[in-house]
């Protein structure tokens, strides 16, 4: 009896299967929303090199010796939400992705909403 393929082998048979030398493109239109620097520069400032989300310090330097934070619309651009400080979230590339892919997407982003309305009721 032949052993059973595992499901990374399976993959990795259909990831070769799958692989080009040329990839096909496409055109698309995309719509872009106007962010404000000054908004962005206050939210990294306010932030201090530690992420509104977790708490732990920016995962790295960029090339300029700044700490890495991304900064998140907590109600989004796209959903009406505005460009202003206390709709702002300086937060690390995890907790940016747990803010948009995790099951507790909804739940997070309304802790980061009360905590960053605390931070500015503070200032």
Do not use: M, Q, W
């Amino acid at each position: 009896r032949a052993l059973e393929e595992s499901p990374l082998e399976a993959l990795r048979k259909a990831a070769y299967d799958a692989s080009v030398d040329e990839v096909a493109v496409t055109r698309t239109t995309t719509t872009v929303r106007k962010r404000d620097p000054i908004i962005r520069a206050y939210a990294i400032e306010r932030a201090k090199g530690v992420c509104e989300g977790c708490k732990n310090p920016a995962p790295f330097e960029t090339k300029n010796g700044d700490p890495y934070l991304e900064v998140h619309h907590i109600t989004a651009l796209s959903d009406g939400g505005p460009d202003h400080p206390v709709n702002v979230a300086a937060i690390c590339p995890n907790c940016h992705r747990r803010t948009e892919k995790s099951v507790d997407k909804e739940d997070f982003n309304e802790s980061l909403r009360i905590e960053i309305a605390g931070i500015e009721a503070a200032l």
